[in-house]
């Protein structure tokens, strides 16, 4: 299992083939697809072959498994079928401290090779949603744009930061492995990284001290639920240390010295990972307090509601995936029709159970002419829903 507080997904949130190179993860869920129908790359590659359009959950190279003469060729190839998929998918890249950069492809992340297949599989889940949310605060700003003067977050606010929190004597390392638009900014410990990563943004953290101090950081940054889905890189010198760090929180480990141009593509793909996050998380807690907002003059916009849905349903179904929509009425809770005295209370206890049940990438909001409702990813989020709403139905509306 993951450190404490990690953004974790248990399932993947959309289903397909694995595209490989060399590393397949085992497969955690029965119900996932069959293994025989992964895709082993390379051989498609030497014969000039397409892989099948089936959508992959998700791509996985290692890049040791190609010899470097093939190198340019493969990844011109691979990005061109990438290119090609209708939405995005994560793409990783599986390393060691002394490979080569891979040019032209912008992975999801580069990690230590020797990561786990079950945390391997966790982060997949992990990315898929990430990528969703991020899609979905594309969509909401652009159907319902902008909030005038909102104001974020202090950890949302400012430009891209990377933290290093220990006392090795490597900062200015990590300085130089960085791009020159990144902040740097060094803590001693946990409580110090905490305190400064609330003040200003910061898209990705690294841990540089000993495995049992890392480890111990580690968990006091994903125990905050404001910083538990940052990308957290943890540095290592021995091998018999990885699946430790990463079974304890990592997202990446890097082990040993890594060359300079591979740091830095490391570095630079956490930090783009967490900035694409922290500019969701942003958008999702903008147009949630606009849809708070909405109830106040009687609900959204029913052809603007309707533009949401259509956007977003065409935007699942290319992750072959299905949108739920909840009407939180009473009939549809077995419940009476409130009088016109009680529909405002009662649509405000339907709104208040949806929004705290529900994740922050689904949408709940009252629509004029319709009522409350709920805009779910997955048939699972509707279960628990309902669930959830009859229990605070039985005991504040049918019980007096």
């Keep these: ?23 397949c993860p085992i497969r955690q869920n029965s119900n996932d697809i069959a293994r025989d129908q992964d ?10 072959i397409s892989p099948p359009d089936q959508l992959p959950a ?9 010899h470097p003469e093939n190198r340019p060729g493969f990844f011109e190839w691979l990005t061109d079928h990438v290119r090609r998929l209708p939405c995005d998918v994560p793409l990783y890249i599986l390393t060691g401290s002394q490979d080569a950069p891979v040019e032209g492809l912008r992975p999801i992340a580069i990690l230590e090779r020797s990561v786990p297949d079950d945390i391997l599989v966790m982060l997949i889940c992990i990315h898929q949603r990430a990528l969703m949310r991020s899609e979905e605060a594309r969509i909401r700003r652009r159907v ?3 909030v005038p003067g909102f104001g974020a977050a202090p950890h949302y606010s400012g430009g891209s930061g990377l933290m290093v929190v220990g006392v090795s004597g490597r900062f200015l390392e990590w300085q130089a492995a960085s791009d020159h638009n990144v902040e740097v900014v060094g803590a001693f410990d946990g409580n110090m990284a905490t305190e400064f990563m609330a003040q200003r943004a910061f898209d990705a953290v690294v841990i540089d001290s000993n495995v049992e101090d890392t480890i111990d950081y580690m968990q006091q940054i994903r125990r905050d639920a404001r910083f538990a889905s940052l ?8 091998q ?9 929180g990592a997202s990446d480990v890097l082990l040993g010295r890594n060359r300079p141009e591979t740091l830095n593509r490391r570095l630079a793909s956490a930090i783009r990972l967490g900035k694409r996050r922290r500019l969701a998380d942003r958008v999702l807690s903008e147009s949630h307090m606009w849809l708070r907002q909405q109830i106040t003059i009687g609900g959204l916009d029913q052809q603007r509601y309707e533009a949401y849905l259509e956007t977003t349903a065409n935007a699942m179904a290319a992750r072959g995936l299905d949108l739920w929509e909840m009407h939180l009425t009473p009939e549809n809770f077995n419940l009476p029709a409130p009088t016109p005295e009680d529909a405002a209370e009662l649509n405000g206890t339907l709104l208040s159970v949806a929004d705290a049940t529900s994740r922050d990438e689904d949408l709940v909001c009252l629509v004029k002419g319709v009522g409350p409702v709920a805009v779910l990813k997955n048939e699972a989020g509707t279960l628990r829903l309902q669930k959830r709403i009859h229990s605070i139905l039985a005991h504040t509306v049918i019980n007096p």
């Design 240 to 248: 018999e240390d990885v699946v430790a760090l990463f079974r304890n």
């Design 231 to 238: 990308p957290v890189l943890a540095v290592c010198e021995y």
């Design 144 to 146: 319902f744009g902008r």
């Design 39 to 48: 895709i082993a790359l390379l051989g498609l590659f030497e014969r000039s």
């Design 58 to 66: 998700a791509i996985i190279i290692d890049i040791q498994q190609i």
């Design 1 to 23: 299992m993951m450190g404490i507080g990690m953004d974790v997904e248990t399932s993947l949130s959309w289903r397909g083939p694995y595209w490989y190179v060399g590393r």
